[in-house]
């Protein structure tokens, strides 16, 4: 089964790790949302990777001190080789993850055939531009809403959410309410409310 790939880049992340990887659910027969990437010699299966670790369980990373920008650069490379990696996000866990629980989200969006595809009255192209990486800070216990309304949601909601109006999603420690955005997504409430 795909799942998402989670990178820690700071020492200080690890002991918040456990817990994101379990958030999604405690049931060990539910597939995981993340694969924890120690290593930058990808497995060869889905099975190579940890993905729902237990408080004080160790772990390896090979990307403590990254940038973003090598995380998402090394995702897309081994999700175009591998079909057991989710591709389009990632999320990583930083230092502000130590301190406030939020994951940032890297959303990458694909290089796309017809642009008139991403074209949306009032709004213009959103994303504003195809084969680029879009960071969201998040509540790491909205990650597996994220993923599902940002890749599987009707286009035209999602786009205009995530990309049309994000700083009426974004509180001011920027941090993105997904259940927020979810509600808005789902034609729950108007759109003075949001």
């Known amino acids: 089964m795909p799942a998402n790939l989670l990178f820690c880049v700071a020492e200080e992340a690890k002991p918040f790790i456990p817990r994101a990887t379990r958030e999604y659910s405690t049931d060990p027969t539910f597939p995981p949302l993340y694969y924890l990437v120690e290593s930058k010699v990808c497995p060869n299966s889905g099975e190579g990777f940890k993905s729902k670790l237990q408080d004080c369980e160790t772990f390896q990373s090979e990307f403590i001190g ?9 995702a897309k490379s081994n999700w175009e080789q591998f079909n057991f990696i989710e591709p389009c996000v990632i999320a990583i866990a930083d230092e502000r993850s130590a301190r406030d629980g939020t994951l940032l989200m890297s959303y990458y969006c694909p290089v796309v055939d017809d642009p008139e595809d991403l074209e949306f009255e009032g709004w213009g192209r959103l994303p504003p531009k195809d084969d680029t990486w879009y960071n969201f800070r998040i509540e790491h216990r909205a990650a597996d809403q994220f993923i599902i309304c940002i890749t599987g949601s ?16 974004t509180n001011g420690a920027g941090v993105f309410d997904v259940f927020k955005a979810l509600s808005y997504v789902r034609g729950e409430g108007s759109d003075q409310e949001f």
Do not use: H
């Open 66 to 74: 990254a940038s973003i920008e090598e995380c998402q650069d090394w």
């Open 154 to 169: 009707p286009i035209d909601t999602a786009m205009e959410t995530y990309f049309g109006r994000p700083e009426k999603f």
